[in-house]
């Protein structure tokens, strides 16, 4: 069963991941992760879509052939699947793996907005037009 969090930032994170899928589309890798890193934040207090972005983000990383990524990503699937459940989670952190997997970071005003709708009681959550 899914967390009520997990279920009040559905909506969010598929708007970034959607945003991320154009991107490749568009062949634009770096916009692509850029949204990847997006819904990583959105998504972090989530197991599920925490693992979700981490494997979003190891797939990005073979495709782009960034071995460094590939690697990174790989370590952070099993920290996300095995972290999040007990609120091991670095606020903020991006989730790429040129950024430490335990830095805390400043989050986005738009992204805090978002996690703090998805965090209320009752709340409608769609996206934001």
Request: aromatic letters at 6%; charged letters at 20%.
């Amino acid at each position: 069963m899914a967390s009520r969090y997990s279920q009040r930032v559905a909506p969010f994170m598929k708007q970034e991941l959607e945003q991320a899928r154009r991107a490749k589309d568009d062949g634009r890798p770096d916009q692509e992760f850029l949204h990847l890193e997006r819904a990583h934040v959105l998504g972090q207090a989530s197991t599920y879509w925490h693992v979700s972005v981490h494997l979003a983000m190891l797939t990005w990383g073979v495709h782009n052939r960034d071995l460094r990524e590939v690697l990174g990503q790989m370590f952070r699937v099993v920290g996300a699947a095995t972290k999040t459940m007990v609120g091991l989670i670095p606020h903020g952190n991006t989730g790429g793996a040129s950024v430490s997997p335990f830095q805390p970071m400043p989050i986005a005003p738009d992204l805090a907005a978002l996690i703090q709708r998805a965090q209320q009681d009752g709340h409608t959550n769609q996206p934001p037009q």
